[in-house]
């Protein structure tokens, strides 16, 4: 083990495709891990292995990363524990989010192995101005769902950015155009490896060409200055009723609405008894 890295828990960003950007904290760490925790543990194995390491290897998903927490937590007070993501920065749409906040909590020491993120790549590839971005992970599948969550996040920044499915890229772009009044876009396909696309232009262009699209996809839109001006009351209604069906309690559901739409809460509430 190298001695000049301490025991804790690291965060190391691994390659989103292309292998030569991991960089050399990343090998040391992975080669110097103990246990390393990934959700795809054949994936990540190879890279460790490719990276020289030889730690024990951790299944990490949103089914069991409670159950893992204690054991982790341990390992990382007299050892050096490597939290990976399949691809790309960890804690990003990906269940480590609560094993880095129990680290905090236990008084574990948390590294940062920056490094490849598809987020950062698309928007730096955007050409959009990124001071104010509003991330949404992978959008809902259901076409309601899905519509509220973009209408009441154009409200919240000028820019967005999320993750989609190929085989639905083609059916949300359509639905920036109805709902967003034909954003500028860029869809980024395959970030660094073989067959990289990124490409800009309207939503409306963009659509027919990514109707049959292979490969992970990053989106980012800018949002016309008409969709964040002012609250849209549809949207927070539409948003309201899809978090009620989710289970959510009306105080909490009114606060998260008023504060991504800007609707006000007195007005929430009696469009919660409404639905």
């Known amino acids: 083990m190298t001695t000049s890295i301490e025991p804790g828990l690291y965060v190391v960003a691994t390659p989103i ?3 030569g950007d991991l960089s050399e904290r990343a090998i040391a760490t992975l080669r110097s891990a103990t246990t390393v925790a990934a959700e795809d543990t054949r994936t990540s194995g190879m890279l460790v292995k490719r990276a020289g390491g ?12 409670g ?3 204690p054991a982790l937590l ?12 399949d691809a790309g920065t960890p804690v990003i ?7 880095v906040e129990a680290a905090h909590a236990g008084g574990v020491r948390v590294v940062p192995i920056p490094g490849p993120s598809a987020l950062a790549a698309a928007v730096s590839a955007s050409g959009f101005e990124g001071s104010d971005v509003h991330f949404l992970g992978f959008l809902p599948k259901t076409r309601g769902e899905r519509i509220a969550r973009l209408r009441a996040a154009a409200l919240s920044a000028p820019v967005l950015v999320f993750f989609e499915s190929p ?3 083609g059916k949300t772009l359509l639905e920036l155009v109805s709902e967003l009044g034909d954003p500028e ?4 396909r395959e970030l660094t490896k073989l067959h990289e ?6 939503a409306s262009e963009l659509a027919p060409r990514f109707q049959t699209a292979r490969g992970e996809c990053t989106v980012v839109v800018r949002c016309p200055p008409a969709a964040n001006a002012q609250a849209d009351t549809a949207g927070a209604s539409t948003l309201l009723a899809a978090m009620k069906r989710a289970g959510a309690r009306r105080p909490a559901a009114a606060a998260e609405v008023a504060r991504l739409t800007g609707a006000r809460r007195d007005e929430l509430y009696e469009a919660w008894e409404a639905l």
């Open 93 to 99: 749409a990906d269940p480590g989010a609560r094993l």
């Open 167 to 169: 085989q639905r890229l």
């Open 74 to 85: 341990e390992a990382a007070r007299t050892g050096i524990v490597a939290l990976v993501s």
């Open 197 to 202: 696309e990124v490409v800009r232009g309207a």
């Open 67 to 69: 159950q893992r927490i």
């Open 17 to 19: 495709g292309n292998l």
């Open 185 to 188: 876009t860029v869809v980024c």
């Open 54 to 65: 030889s730690g024990r290897m951790l299944s990490l998903t949103e089914h069991n990363v």
